[in-house]
T-cell receptor, first 115, second 115 residues
Framework: DQQVKQNSPSLSVQEGRISILNCDYT??????FLWYKKYPAEGPTFLIS???IKDKNEDGRFTVFLNKSAKHLSLHIVPSQPGDSAVYFC??????????????WGAGTKLIIKP | DVKVTQSSRYLVKRTGEKVFLECVQD?????MFWYRQDPGLGLRLIYF???????EKGDIPEGYSVSREKKERFSLILESASTNQTSMYLC??????????????FGPGTRLTVL
């Protein structure tokens, strides 16, 4: 049972245009959502996050939007650059016990920025 | 600069062998995690640890065990490797807390092939 879904395995975008990566979730108990970026032969690195009580968070070229009623979030990258080519993972946080949490991960979307 | 290191980048083992994957973090983090990453499945949590000598099963613990004798080191053990354990193994660490997002920091991964 995949609680976090990224339905697009890959996405190709022209350099300079907007990249939109999507993520859907099923569990209403998630309290934070995170995006990680992964280059080949490297571990994932944290990119941006959003609290479940917000609907938008912006950091430079990266903006994450959360639609709680639709259980949907998206990552917008504007403008897209060649260095953005990577696999992007969506992750959702749920409490395990006390102050500890687990991340539930999507399958990832491979973003290819075309020159 | 935060750092998570994994003992091997590539490993080839035979079916039935005992396999040790080592992970060391230098950030004094309480939490450490072992994931495996497979195409189309994203990151799946095998085991995690919230303190020295403590361990919790993740979503796919079967066939694996872990050891955390020191705060900075978390080992993943495949008691008898099987071909279906061929995968990319990622170690991560984080610091717990109600606030923030418990950002996880990842090592570069170990690509394990079981023949």
């Amino acid at each position: 049972d995949q609680q976090v879904k990224q339905n697009s395995p890959s996405l190709s975008v022209q350099e300079g245009r907007i990249s939109i990566l999507n993520c859907d979730y099923t569990n209403s108990m998630f309290d934070y959502f995170l995006w990680y970026k992964k280059y080949p032969a490297e571990g994932p690195t944290f990119l941006i996050s959003i609290s479940s009580i917000k609907d938008k968070n912006e950091d430079g070229r990266f903006t994450v939007f959360l639609n709680k009623s639709a259980k949907h979030l998206s990552l917008h990258i504007v403008p897209s650059q060649p260095g953005d080519s990577a696999v992007y993972f969506c992750a959702a946080r749920r409490r395990h016990f006390y102050s500890n949490y687990q991340l539930i991960w999507g399958a990832g979307t491979k973003l290819i920025i075309k020159p | 600069d935060v750092k998570v290191t994994q003992s091997s980048r590539y490993l080839v083992k035979r079916t039935g062998e005992k396999v040790f994957l080592e992970c060391v973090q230098d950030m004094d983090h309480e939490n450490m995690f072992w994931y495996r990453q497979d195409p189309g499945l994203g990151l799946r949590l095998i085991y995690f640890s919230y303190d020295v000598k403590m361990k919790e099963k993740g979503d796919i613990p079967e066939g694996y065990s872990v050891s955390r004798e020191k705060k900075e080191r978390f080992s993943l053990i495949l008691e008898s490797a099987s071909t279906n354990q061929t995968s990319m193994y990622l170690c991560a660490s984080s610091s717990p807390g109600f606030k923030g997002t418990d950002t996880q920091y990842f090592g570069p991964g170990t690509r394990l092939t079981v023949l």
